[in-house]
Antibody, heavy 120, light 107 residues
Framework: EVQLLESGGGLVQPGGSLRLSCTAS????????MNWVRQAPGEGLEWVSS????????NYADSVKGRFTVSRDNFKNTLYLQMNSLRAEDAAIYYC?????????????WGQGTMVIVSS | DIQMTQSPSTLSASVGNTVTITCRAS??????LAWYQQKPGKAPKLLIY???SLQTGVPSRFSGSGSGTEFTLTISNLQPADFATYYC?????????FGGGTKVEIK
C-alpha cells in the first residue's frame, strides 16, 4: 500500500527539541522530493521544508530556518525533521508529503500527521 | 516571497450548486498552482495541479483554470462530500506557499 506514516510528535517545553519521522511505503522513496507541511490548530497550511530525492538539496521556510533540519535515509525509506529551539508558535500538526511525479512541488501523498505541542 | 490570497474565506452553497473559489498570487507563477481539499481531522487531498490538470481519481466536477496571477477552482453540481476547506498552493518557487483557505459550508 502506498502510504506515509509520521511519528515522533508529542509535548515539549519551549526551547526544547523533537525529531519527527515519516516512513514511506509502496513507492520508490528515493525518486521523490519530500516535504514537511504544518497546520496550527484551527489555522491554514504552512509549508515547512523540502528535501530532494538524493538528500543533496534542502529548503526551509523563514520561520524555521536555522532551527529545523530536514534529512532522509533512503535505505530506511524514512524522512526526518529535527526541530530545535522550539517555540509556542511551532505547535501544530506536522504532515509529511510527497512530490507529484511531475515537475515541481505539488503534493500527491500525505501522511496522517503527528501533533507537536510546545508548552511549559 | 510569493504570497497567495484566496477569496472568499467562507462560502455557503447548496447541493447541486456550482461554486467558484479564487486564488491570487502576488507575482506571476505561470501555471505552477495546485488545489487541495481538506476535511476536518484529515490530511489535505490533491485535486488539481499545474492549474488545470485533474489528479487521478478526482471527480470531473472539479476543474481549475488560470495562469499568471489569477486562478479559479470551480466545483460543479456540488455534492455532500464536497463540503470542506479548499487551499491553493504555489510551487513556482521557494518558499512554497498556501492560500489562507476557503471553507465551503452547507447553506
Amino acid at each position: 500500500e502506498v502510504q506515509l506514516l509520521e511519528s515522533g510528535g508529542g509535548l515539549v517545553q519551549p526551547g526544547g527539541s523533537l525529531r519527527l519521522s515519516c516512513t514511506a511505503s509502496g513507492f520508490t522513496f528515493s525518486f521523490y522530493t519530500m516535504n514537511w507541511v504544518r497546520q496550527a490548530p484551527g489555522e491554514g497550511l504552512e509549508w515547512v521544508s523540502s528535501i530532494t530525492g538524493d538528500g543533496g538539496g534542502t529548503n526551509y521556510a523563514d520561520s524555521v530556518k536555522g532551527r529545523f533540519t530536514v534529512s532522509r535515509d533512503n535505505f530506511k525509506n524514512t524522512l526526518y525533521l529535527q526541530m530545535n529551539s522550539l517555540r509556542a508558535e511551532d505547535a501544530a500538526i506536522y504532515y509529511c508529503a510527497k512530490d507529484i511525479p511531475d515537475w515541481g512541488s505539488a503534493f500527491d501523498l500525505w501522511g496522517q500527521g503527528t501533533m507537536v505541542i510546545v508548552s511549559s | 516571497d510569493i504570497q497567495m490570497t484566496q477569496s472568499p474565506s467562507t462560502l455557503s452553497a447548496s447541493v447541486g450548486n456550482t461554486v467558484t473559489i479564487t486564488c491570487r498570487a502576488s507575482q506571476s507563477i505561470d501555471s505552477w498552482l495546485a488545489w487541495y481539499q481538506q476535511k476536518p481531522g484529515k490530511a489535505p487531498k490533491l485535486l488539481i495541479y499545474r492549474a488545470s490538470s485533474l489528479q487521478t481519481g478526482v471527480p470531473s466536477r472539479f476543474s481549475g483554470s488560470g495562469s499568471g496571477t489569477e486562478f479559479t477552482l470551480t466545483i460543479s453540481n456540488l455534492q455532500p462530500a464536497d463540503f470542506a476547506t479548499y487551499y491553493c498552493q504555489q510551487y513556482r518557487s521557494y518558499s512554497l506557499a498556501f492560500g489562507g483557505g476557503t471553507k465551503v459550508e452547507i447553506k
